[in-house]
């Protein structure tokens, strides 16, 4: 049974952290250095610990009591352990502690019940130390729902929806939101609790999954197996293999106000480095030249560079204070060293020859070093080009948004005007995916033959830049196999670009309106599309790192791909919104049609505004008709409105595709129609969220699984055809009411539609 949000901040109870030991590799530690204070202890079972830890509870040996190591021997290894508390202590560096990792987990029964549950809690509130933000969220499961909140240092709220309905569903490696889902945390966290929920119990896949985890740790140190839902050990393992990454730094002062103290810490020949966690603090390091433990006297020392022989054939290394000089020996000439000329003997005779060809070389080199200068000054003149681009199309604009989300573009690429020249042939008509009111769309291939899309943006004003910026933000944070992912862009040139993953099969609006009919285009097909898609906005809504608003939610921005899977797409209008406000109050945009009415004429933005546009998108999956027809009859014109108008005056079944009827049970027609008839509600408050209307259409879904509940529906349908309803007022195969034909979509921007890929 689903565990809905109530229960889940009500949970989580501390637990203690299951403990191992490691040999530490810390870059602390410096072979024939000072480790640690005077007759302190060096290690701990494998641990080597270096100041400013120090092992031992109030013995001296560290900086603060915060930095001591409980070194318990009760073990055959003995293990070490963060001052009085349970976090085990795998590995120390010099800005890193590593700690030994808890896992929430969940278990179910092959009926239904559930068997163990084990929430996750740690909290270093008050300490030197909080998690670092390499750390991953992850949920592991084809049924599960998990949350990850933190309440000190930063008021944090996020989530995973991990789903799959068999083994063979699942990718190796891969954590998308099939079996396996991972999200980012942001720096400074210093308490989480975290626990799992179920979907359904994990009845219907038992057999390869009884059980769901959830926990935090280094990413690097896990990749996803589908063994692993299988594996009655993977909770232990997990707990050993996968530990939680801990920044750290030295009280709450910078390095500017440290230094103003007789205590402060970087001893000679060390740098201090301020802490980027925002509760202050500060480390040390050693110069380039220097190593040793700089928290401890004589501080760091002079590397001799000559005991390794830096200098090359015939030179001569002379040690210096952090660095080192190479000189030639007698008889030779040079700068002695190996990347250098090296040293070469002298000729005391005076080499005609050799200065001809001198004076000749000379005069060449003259001659290279102008054009080397001609085409430095081109190349100059071509990068200071590339920065007037760059600031033009949003460069910094974007800096300042990724800076302002505390985000980076590491999963992105930036790619070069070059490659995307290449890729386009250079931008061939015959590349065109589609144009719209923001650009032109083109299919790309890459030099390791991946095929992507490449919008490119015509010439924009200051609103458009705004535009195009908002999507690269929002786009960067989504991670949702329903969701078109954006693989990087482009700012060096006239405009930007945007390159997406290639989505093949062309628009849902493509596919709805062709006239002729497509044999896949069943009632179950068009069932899962929405419950796809329903589920996206759902993770945009209330899963991702913050709310993310669509805004422009239409069948021509629900994308299909190759396997006909539905991907959201078009994030242009998109807006995020503050974990703490529930409205924006913005411009109208959207499309005529779609467009919330009560946003239309308040502006206020919510949510419940994408729910609404989706309901026009239910309305048009099952009537096949357009969001607006040019007709002359009034009540017919906005699908919506005639929609609603039908199922109030018991017209529904008049108005659908004669394969909906065809196919559809009369339970699911209903049922999908009610809830089509909630989202369009004018009150944004009266609607379901997109979370209760995802969860509706998977229901329906499921219900279509089982057969003899179809034969029970069915014959409940046939028993209503022999009454004289409005079911078969107009016969099946004789095609629904005419619309009349409508030539495009209307929206607020007069934005074009093309079926493949459509740009904005």
């Known amino acids: 049974m689903f565990l809905n949000s109530a229960v889940f901040y009500l949970f989580l109870c501390l637990f203690p952290l299951a403990l191992a030991t490691t040999s530490s590799s810390s870059r602390l530690i410096t072979q024939g250095t000072t480790i640690t204070k005077p007759n302190c202890q060096r290690k701990c079972g494998n641990l080597t610990v270096p100041y400013p830890f120090g092992i031992g509870i109030n013995t001296g040996c560290s900086i603060s009591s915060w930095f001591d190591v409980n070194c318990n021997t009760s073990f055959s290894t003995p293990k070490p352990f963060i001052a009085t508390g349970n976090l085990e202590i795998l590995d120390i560096s010099d800005d890193k502690v590593l700690i030994k990792n808890w896992v929430a987990a969940s278990c179910y029964s092959q009926s239904g019940n559930l068997t163990r549950r084990n929430p996750a809690f740690i909290n270093l509130a008050t300490t030197p130390f909080s998690f670092s933000d390499t750390n991953k969220f992850t949920v592991l499961g084809c049924d599960e729902f998990a949350l990850i909140s933190g309440s000190e240092g930063r008021n944090f709220t996020s989530g995973c929806v991990s789903l799959c309905s068999s083994s063979e569903d699942l990718i190796e490696g891969e954590c998308s939101g099939i079996g396996c889902c991972q999200t980012a945390i942001p720096k400074g966290l210093k308490k989480f609790n975290s626990t799992v929920g179920s979907l359904s119990n994990h009845v219907d896949i038992w057999s390869f999954d009884p059980c769901g985890y959830a926990f935090l740790g280094d990413p690097g140190s896990y990749r996803f197996s589908a063994s692993d839902l299988t594996d009655v050990s993977f909770q232990n393992w997990t707990t050993n293999n996968v530990p939680v990454v801990l920044d750290w730094a030295i009280g709450t002062e910078n390095c500017s106000e440290a230094q103003k103290y007789n205590d402060f810490a970087c001893l000679q020949n060390s740098y201090c480095i301020d802490s980027d966690t925002g509760f202050g603090g500060y480390r040390c390091s050693c110069l380039k030249g220097y190593d040793g433990n700089p928290y401890l006297s004589p501080g760091c020392i002079d590397i001799n560079e000559c005991e390794n022989n830096p200098c090359g054939e015939h030179g ?411 079911l078969y007022t107009v016969a099946i195969d004789s095609g629904i009411i005419s619309t009349g034909e409508y030539s495009g979509q209307h929206s607020l921007d007069s934005r074009m539609i093309h079926p493949i890929n459509s740009p904005r």
């Open 316 to 726: 001569v290394c002379i040690n210096t204070l952090g660095s080192f000089n190479c000189s030639c020996k007698k008889g030779y000439i040079g700068d002695g060293t190996k990347e250098g000329r090296g040293c070469i003997a002298e000729n005391s005779q005076f080499p005609v020859t050799k200065f001809s060809l001198g004076i000749s070389f000379g005069f060449l080199a003259l001659i290279i070093a102008a054009t080397v200068v001609y085409f430095s000054i081109k190349k100059r003149n071509l990068m200071k080009l590339r920065e007037k681009f760059f600031q033009q199309n949003g460069g910094l604009l974007l800096k300042q948004q990724l800076s302002s989300n505390e985000m980076s573009m590491k999963s992105s690429k930036i790619f070069t005007a070059e490659e995307l020249e290449k890729a386009t042939n250079n931008y061939a008509d015959d590349r065109i995916l589609g144009r719209g009111g923001y650009g032109t769309v083109y299919k790309g291939i890459l030099h390791d033959k991946q095929i992507v899309a490449i919008k490119k943006s015509r010439v924009m004003d200051q609103t458009q830049i705004e535009q195009f910026i908002n999507e690269v933000i929002i786009l960067t944070q989504v991670n949702h196999r329903n969701v078109v992912k954006l693989l990087g862009c482009c700012l060096e040139t006239e405009v930007p670009l945007l390159v997406y993953e290639y989505v093949s099969n062309g628009t849902l609006f493509y596919h709805i309106h062709n006239s002729g009919g497509l044999p896949w285009f069943s009632w179950d097909n068009r069932l899962r599309i929405a419950t796809e898609a329903a589920g996206a906005l759902a993770y945009l809504h209330s899963a991702a790192a913050m709310p993310i608003i669509h805004r422009d939610v239409k069948s021509p921005n629900i994308l299909l791909d190759e396997y006909y899977t539905a991907k959201i797409s078009d994030f242009g209008a998109s807006r995020l919104v503050p974990i703490d406000q529930t409205q924006v109050s913005t411009l109208v945009q959207g499309t005529l049609g779609y467009l919330d009415p009560e946003y239309f004429h308040t502006s206020q933005l919510t949510e419940k505004s994408d729910v609404y546009s989706f309901g026009v998108v239910l309305a048009e999956l099952m009537t096949g008709r357009k969001p607006l027809a040019n007709t002359k009859n009034e009540e017919e014109k906005s699908l919506a409105t005639f929609f609603i108008l039908s199922l109030k005056e018991d017209r529904l079944f008049q108005i659908l595709d004669p394969r909906v009827l065809r196919e559809g049970s009369l339970e699911q027609i209903r049922t999908v129609a009610e809830l089509v008839k909630r989202c369009l509600r004018l009150h944004s408050e009266e609607r379901p969220t997109m979370k209760d209307v995802a969860m509706e259409l998977e229901g329906l879904r499921k219900l279509s699984k089982h057969p003899w509940a179809q034969q029970e529906v069915e014959e409940e349908a046939v028993g209503l055809m022999s009454q004289q309803s409005d």
